[in-house]
């Protein structure tokens, strides 16, 4: 995989090219290109429009020297008139170099703020540019316009597709196997209904095709002209095999960007579909599809896999897939099984972008548990399963959608070259390496400056770092530009030092693959290769206008300007024709916000009017930093134009000249899996060793009874090194016998990791075995109930165990594999629970300070032991958690105290909560009902309550106490019983307190003796409620014992009453009066939280003794009484 532009814009397995980096100066204009123009940044699908350059056309910043932001006067020609203008270059080719550029404007279009350029190609001048108006607010294209060049961008002629109706064209897409075949996606203003148009003379004619679907993307067949998909904004996946003009539904609930069609060579069938799609549980899963018939089949050992997860890149698919949190990464090679990819034990990964999947061999680059804003950059085996690391702490940033950016280039036309950005302690250093990562190196800095001047940069603290930034828009190159066509040839944006800095942009060219640098400009330009390297041209990059085209005809080492038009415009982009194999390029621009858009077509092809002959080019040879020729184990020449041919290269032309094979030597070897290089005490040259996690010695996990293995010696070849002979690392090491190997690793999970199940679910058990033998090792499977059964083979087809539980409960699930080696065994608990239906918190609504309160939570339907109980008390945010369904607790303070208890159960949760009231005083009498009503008492909540709510109205009404200082309990279970609260009224500051309490319960107790309370329940029964007669009278809870006693006491002893009281104001004058109360029998109290005649417990002695604080008048007054 080749990367265009100068970052590896790295994704997540099946990640779409992510949006261009932002950059320090906005564009003013948006401008949108076609993938066939420039490769998107990573592989993507053939026919896929690239990552557009999401720049809004805004109103430009004000050009130097002019404060008021004032701008040349707009001189816009009519459409179709050209503005010619000739330049002759500077120096010793200024007679030889004669361009001629011409201009036109796209008359009409100056509201438009969006723009899609197509230029056909191969030999053909026709160019295509829609602009849009799209309006960001409402999502949707408003406006358009369809311009058609066919002489190379001189002129342009605008496209009527249907007179007399206004068209809105959103989008076109271009067949890459024939690029004469387009389809144009067009919306109603309502965003209603879409229609297609489709082409196949590159767009000379136009034929409509309604479509009763909303499109989102195309994605043509790369082999195939006519065979398109789209993926439409209901997230379904249509198929067409006659370039649109009928259309077969293949999948519903399908991840956007997650749809691959088949690799020439690597699958099968042709009109095979790779898909992620969304089953009917929610979870993703991998899928393919043959366009005739799809089925939906997924391929063997592919599980769920996370959402967005899915990548089809050359021979590789990648996927992956978290459970218990922890993810895993899986690929599959060649379409074959799939295989989890195995990392250093310990680099424990929390990101993971794939890089490249060149030449066999995968590049990724991995974000440890360690790392923050760096990567470590790993390579693979052919299969992509094992990787080694190559370099560590690689520069990252994290984009706009969770997109990350990696600083790592891929050098094109160049195999093996990249260059990177190591971030260590906060420096920013580039480094270089010429065989895949096995060595790297700094960049050389030149000796002097563009002016000549000398640089005075000397490693090793002085050295050349580039930035290595995504381009804004596809129509720039970004910060470093290299293409295919134009091997050896790097031109990047940088600065010398000792680390990179971020505001320094100077341009720096090396024509011989990094071996050598100079500098050529001061600030950043824009760059386009032309006929494979043989014309550079180069634009500042501005946001003021501009007129002056820079270009060079020798590899950069003189550089002439150009007018290319006759009045600054503000420059958005370059374009020539795909593979930059031509001499003609475009400028695109505008002159001001409100203008029209401008092309100018710069020609160089005056300049050079014959074909280039062998006599034309000379030779250079690739070789590292260190000198060495024999890179990736071969030397390798490239040839290139002599600077005093001017003749044109043409599309046959072949950078490549000669190889020769060269024997191999350390530097052609990488550690392998497992193994770290160190310094060696017995050499210079650093040694492979095992790390301590790995055992070299032991067989790898698929390792088979019969079959050999070799035992790495911790050196394997780098990848598509072509060396021969000379040294061998691995010293052919001896074949080994696999040896019988017990089980080990034996894992069994539910599918869906889900351990709580409900009754009658089909459960899916997995079994699992990382190591050993697994031909002759049987299975005895125990699912806990009763079902027992022996298998075999049954981590090698990987087919789930199917059961049902009919009984709610925990299961006991145990699988023991054993063979003649030894044994392992995994064990798996299942619950096995209803949903839960409904849950009601019983607690006692009235509770004096510091009593002793139960909270029970009564729950429906009860599952024992599987239930586990959240308890929220007052204001604390920590909950007591237990897993009996009740409680106890006491209240230190009074007021109102909010109780919420959660019940959980699987997935299933509820939850309730009341409010209980904590009193100084109040008063409980003990109710008791006929024995009619246990026949009518369900036992539940809903019941209880109401049965205490009409108790309470009834006493309301007979005894004239108000409803809200009554409050009638009933308790749960069987005989009927409940409490009665009386509370004491609010206290009001115009009144001392009430003692009239004794009276209401007397009145109580009177109308219960009278029989005068009863309520009907069904078919005319009354229900009686009357005084409990285990009771002796009323409890008075939270004050200072029993005044009946007191008042007996009081009565019959006077004189000592008097002396008591007495004695009590000589002890503390004034007002108050304390009396400390005790009963000498110590009568019983029955605690208001108990709800069975068994566990009522007493109070005895603490609360008698409550120290009262009492008005002396008003116990003088009582007294005489």
């Not at 397995?13 to 261009?20: E, L």
């Not at 006659?242 to 009109?271: C, I, M, Y």
């Not at 475009?586 to 020609?603: A, Y």
């Not at 930093?625 to 071969?634: E, F, S, V």
Request: glycine letters at 8%; a neutral charge.
């Amino acid at each position: 995989m080749a990367h265009p532009g100068p970052a590896a814009r790295a994704r997540r397995p099946g990640a779409p090219p992510p949006p261009p980096r932002p950059r320090p100066r906005a564009r003013p204009l948006l401008l949108l290109l076609l993938p066939l123009l420039l490769p998107p940044p990573l592989p993507a699908e053939p026919g896929r429009p690239g990552a557009p350059a999401r720049v809004t056309r805004g109103p430009p910043s004000p050009p130097r020297g002019r404060p008021d932001g004032a701008s040349p006067a707009p001189r816009v020609p009519a459409p179709g008139r050209g503005r010619p203008a000739r330049a002759a270059a500077a120096g010793a080719s200024r007679a030889q170099v004669s361009l001629v550029s011409s201009s036109f404007v796209l008359k009409g279009d100056a509201t438009h703020n969006q723009a899609m350029v197509h230029w056909t190609g191969e030999s053909s001048g026709v160019i295509l540019i829609l602009t849009k108006y799209y309006h960001a607010d409402m999502g949707k294209v408003l406006e358009s316009s369809l311009w058609r060049s066919s002489d190379f961008g001189t002129s342009y002629t605008k496209l009527t597709l249907q007179p007399g109706v206004t068209t809105v064209i959103d989008n076109f897409y271009i067949c890459p196997s024939n690029k004469r075949k387009l389809i144009l996606v067009s919306s109603s203003l309502s965003a209603r209904e879409q229609s297609l148009f489709l082409s196949t003379d590159e767009g000379a004619s136009f034929q409509r095709q309604p479509i009763p679907f909303l499109v989102e993307t195309l994605i043509f067949h790369p082999k195939q002209e006519d065979k398109v998909l789209a993926y439409t904004k209901e997230s379904k996946l249509y198929v067409s095999s006659d370039l649109g003009k009928k259309w077969t539904l293949l999948q519903e609930r399908v991840t956007k960007d997650r749809v691959f069609w088949a690799v020439s060579g690597v699958d099968a069938d042709p009109n095979l579909v790779h898909m992620e799609a969304q089953d009917l549980g929610g979870g993703f899963r991998y899928i393919t599809c043959v366009i005739h018939n799809c089925s939906g089949e997924t391929p063997a050992a592919a599980g769920p896999v996370d959402a967005g997860s899915l990548t089809v890149q050359d021979e590789y698919v990648f996927f992956k897939a978290t459970s218990t949190n922890r993810t895993n990464y899986y690929v599959s090679y060649r379409r074959g099984p799939f295989v989890l990819m195995k990392l250093p034990k310990y680099a424990l990964p929390k990101d993971l972008q794939i890089i490249s999947t060149d030449e066999n061999q995968v590049f990724v680059a991995v974000q440890e548990w360690n790392q923050a804003d760096t990567y470590n950059l790993y390579q693979s085996d052919p299969r992509g399963v094992h990787y080694s690391l190559v370099l560590e702490h690689v520069r990252s940033s994290r984009q706009a959608e969770e997109s990350v950016v990696i600083d790592i280039l891929e050098v094109r036309g160049v195999k093996g070259v990249f260059l990177a950005n190591q971030k260590v302690e906060g420096k920013v250093t580039t480094l270089i390496t010429y065989n895949k990562g096995r060595d790297w190196d700094y960049l050389r800095p030149p000796s002097t400056d563009m002016n000549g001047r000398p640089t005075n940069c000397q490693p090793p603290e002085c050295h050349l770092h580039l930035h290595l930034r995504w381009a804004d828009s596809p129509y720039v190159s970004g910060t470093v530009h290299t293409k295919d066509t134009a091997p050896g040839l790097i031109m990047g944006a940088g600065n010398l030092g000792s680390q990179l800095v971020e505001y320094k942009e100077e341009m720096y060219i090396t024509s011989d693959c990094g071996r050598t640098w100079r500098q050529v400009f001061e600030e950043e330009h824009h760059v386009l290769y032309l006929d494979h390297g043989g014309v550079i041209a180069a634009i500042k990059d501005t946001s003021i206008p501009l007129k002056i085209l820079k270009f060079s005809v020798d590899e950069g080492l003189t550089w002439s300007t150009h007018n290319f038009t006759s009045t600054s415009v503000f420059v958005d982009g370059l374009l020539s024709e795909p593979g930059e194999e031509t001499l003609v390029m475009t400028v695109f621009g505008h002159i001001s916000f409100r203008s029209d858009w401008e092309l100018v077509k710069v020609d160089f092809r005056p300049s050079f009017p014959r074909p280039c002959g062998d006599e034309d080019y000379s030779s250079w040879n690739l070789t590292d930093l260190q000198g060495d020729h024999c890179i990736m184990g071969q030397q390798r020449s490239f040839r290139k134009r002599k600077s005093t041919s001017w003749c044109v290269k043409g599309r046959s032309f072949t950078s490549a000249l000669t190889s020769r094979v060269c024997q191999c030597r350390d530097s052609d070897f990488l550690c392998d899996y497992g193994f770290e290089r160190m310094p060696s005490p017995e050499s210079a040259a650093d040694k492979c060793s095992a790390n301590f996690w790995f055992n070299p010695l032991s067989p790898p996990e698929d390792c088979a009874l019969g079959q050999t293995y070799t035992s790495s010696l911790g050196y394997r070849k780098v990848v598509s090194n072509v060396c021969e002979g000379g040294v061998d690392l691995r010293r052919s090491p001896v074949q080994l016998q696999c040896p019988l190997m017990p089980p080990r690793g034996l894992r069994v999970r539910v599918r869906g990791d889900a351990v709580a199940v409900r009754p009658g679910e089909d459960v899916l058990f997995e079994v699992q075995q990382q190591q050993g033998d697994v031909l002759t090792t049987r299975y005895q499977v125990d699912l806990g109930d009763d079902f027992k059964a022996m298998y075999v083979n049954l981590t090698l087809s990987g087919e789930p165990i199917r059961h049902r539980y009919d009984s709610p409960g925990v299961y006991r699930v145990s699988v023991r594999a054993e063979n003649a080696a030894g044994h392992d065994e995994a064990v798996l608990f299942v619950q096995v629970n209803s949903p839960l239906q409904a849950l009601y918190l019983e607690v006692v609504p009235v509770t004096g300070v510091n009593q002793e309160v139960n909270l029970t939570a009564v729950l429906l339907p009860t599952n024992p032991n599987l239930t586990v109980f959240y308890w929220w008390i007052a204001q604390s945010l920590q909950p007591l958690i237990s897993l009996e369904n009740r409680v106890a607790t006491r209240f230190v303070e009074t007021g109102e105290v909010r109780v919420t208890v959660q019940a959980a159960c699987g997935s299933s949760v509820l939850q309730d909560s009341r409010v209980v009231r904590v009193l100084d005083q109040f008063q409980v009498v003990s109710l008791q009902f006929s024995q009619d009503l246990d026949s009518y008492n369900p036992n539940t909540p809903e019941w209880r309550e109401d049965v205490g709510l009409v108790v309470t109205r009834m006493l309301s009404k007979e005894t004239g106490i108000p409803e809200e200082l009554l409050l009638t309990v009933v308790k749960p279970g069987l005989p009927t019983l409940a409490d009665l609260y009386v509370l004491l009224p609010p206290a009001r500051p115009t009144r001392k307190r009430s003692l009239s309490s004794d009276k209401r319960v007397a009145a109580i107790q009177q109308v219960l003796s009278a029989h005068k309370i009863s309520f009907p329940v069904r078919g005319g029964l009354r229900v009686l409620v009357a005084l409990r007669e285990t009771d002796s009278g009323p409890r008075r809870l939270g004050g200072g014992g029993y005044w009946a006693a007191a008042v007996l006491f009081v009565v019959g002893l006077l004189a000592v009453v008097v002396f008591i009281l007495y004695k009590f104001k000589r002890k503390r004058p004034g007002r108050t009066v304390y009396a400390q109360m005790h009963n000498e029998k110590e009568q019983e109290m029955t605690s208001p939280v108990s709800h069975s005649e068994d566990t009522q417990g007493t109070v005895q002695g603490n609360h008698s003794g409550v120290v009262l604080s009492i008005n002396s008048r008003e116990m003088h007054s009582y007294l005489v009484s």
